[in-house]
């Protein structure tokens, strides 16, 4: 697993599987709108309610970071 | 089914499998997540990319009608 993805799991579950109602699920999602929306959320443009919870996540984020996260939990 | 769910269903699949690794999928996603980003995009919260078509999508969404549609792919 990508070094990060426990992270992830914190709130997404280690199955990918949202932890409660307002957390997404990303097990099984399109790889590349897992990138696309990590993306948009280190830009900033992504705003409103628990968005700026993932700026701050995908801030530290590399772009190599970014595509093994969205391969690893797409592949869920 | 929702009536403006044809709409939905043309990018992300009558089965809420979207129709190209662009588009996310929908069926299963976490309701209460779908109902907070139809909600984001309609306040222009989301921006970037494929952000400006679902700002207009979304524009034109009532309350009810987000309601309507995040259980309707929540419950695929």
Same mark, same amino acid.
């Given at each position: 697993?990508p070094?990060?993805?426990?992270?992830?799991?914190?709130?997404?579950g280690?199955?990918?599987?949202?932890?409660?109602?307002?957390?997404?699920? =990303?097990?099984?999602?399109?790889?590349?709108? =897992?990138?696309?929306?990590? !993306?948009?959320?280190r830009?900033?443009?992504?705003?409103?309610?628990?968005?700026?919870?993932?700026?701050?996540?995908?801030?530290?984020?590399?772009? !190599? !970071?970014?595509? !093994?996260?969205?391969?690893?939990?797409?592949?869920?």
């Amino acid at each position: 697993a990508p070094a990060k993805a426990p992270i992830c799991a914190a709130c997404h579950g280690a199955d990918g599987i949202g932890t409660t109602a307002d957390y997404p699920n =990303l097990a099984g999602q399109k790889e590349a709108y =897992l990138v696309k929306a990590l !993306e948009a959320y280190r830009a900033k443009q992504r705003s409103g309610g628990l968005a700026m919870v993932m700026q701050a996540q995908a801030a530290s984020l590399t772009n !190599e !970071e970014i595509a !093994e996260l969205a391969a690893y939990f797409a592949a869920m």
